[in-house]
């Protein structure tokens, strides 16, 4: 995702520099490099985005110690946020070099900062957010081990032990984690995932958002892998 990232933006931001017809900044090696780099990348998007079948997890099980990839799970959102690369690079670009340049200008013309300074530092945060999930894409998701169930979110990695999850649900957000992350995906987010542990809390997955039938597809698999979880243990002598 990196590559994807550094290629991608940089291509945006040379076909930028070329458009602005400007003669020092005219077509250069660096162009069909950054180019074949983004191809590279491509190709293992594309690879990931078809997983081989003895990786995702089925309702039939069996599920082995190997993690297996609860593939409903964030599908929405995992191809979205891989495809998002390039133009995260050239929004991680904008604030690295571009704000400051702005910055520092209107600060030399005298001009007044009370309203630049917080639209900056609010554009800075949104990049640095929207770069680290854009690199965290091909993670995102809910894997099932022998023992834990894994959930790969947009900003961090949870884990829940199988044992002491009673029950899966699929529920609909509340306003507001729904505001900020349909804002984030520039996608309408209303439905996830929500466990039910033995000490009464309730997370919800995040790495599960996606459209309702995925959703409900993927509970039924969890379910399963649940239950799968309670015959094995009755079955120890």
């Known amino acids: 995702m990196l590559v994807g990232l550094?290629?991608?933006?940089?291509?945006?931001?040379?076909?930028?520099?070329?458009?602005?017809?400007?003669?020092?900044l005219a077509f250069g090696v660096d162009i069909p490099v950054a180019a074949a780099f983004a191809t590279v990348w491509a190709g293992l998007v594309a690879v990931l985005l078809h997983p081989l079948r003895s990786v995702i997890a089925r309702r039939s099980g069996p599920f082995t110690a190997a993690a297996v990839l609860v593939w409903p799970l964030g599908r929405r959102f995992r191809v979205w946020t891989m495809v998002a690369a390039p133009v995260c690079g050239l929004l991680a670009a904008g604030c690295v070099v571009l704000l400051p340049m702005t910055l520092w200008g209107d600060l030399y013309q005298g001009a007044e900062l009370w309203l630049a300074v917080p639209f900056a530092i609010g554009l800075t945060v949104v990049g640095i957010a929207a770069t680290w999930i854009v690199l965290r894409a091909a993670l995102h998701g809910v894997e099932l081990t022998s023992t834990h169930?894994?959930?790969?979110?947009?900003?961090?990695?949870?884990?829940?032990?199988?044992?002491?999850i009673v029950s899966i649900n699929v529920v609909e957000l509340?306003?507001?984690?729904?505001?900020?992350?349909?804002?984030?995906?520039?996608?309408?987010?209303?439905?996830?995932?929500?466990?039910?542990?033995?000490?009464?809390?309730?997370?919800?997955?995040?790495?599960?958002?996606?459209?309702?039938?995925?959703?409900?597809?993927?509970?039924?698999?969890?379910?399963?892998w649940r239950a799968a979880l309670d015959s094995a243990a009755h079955a120890l002598p």
């Open 6 to 24: 550094t290629a991608g933006g940089w291509l945006l931001i040379r076909a930028l520099m070329l458009a602005a017809d400007n003669p020092p």
């Open 149 to 164: 169930l894994i959930a790969r979110g947009f900003f961090i990695t949870r884990r829940y032990v199988g044992a002491q």
């Open 174 to 224: 509340k306003w507001w984690p729904s505001l900020v992350l349909s804002m984030m995906m520039n996608r309408s987010v209303e439905h996830t995932l929500q466990l039910s542990l033995e000490d009464g809390t309730e997370p919800l997955l995040f790495a599960s958002n996606s459209h309702p039938e995925d959703v409900e597809a993927g509970a039924e698999i969890v379910r399963a």
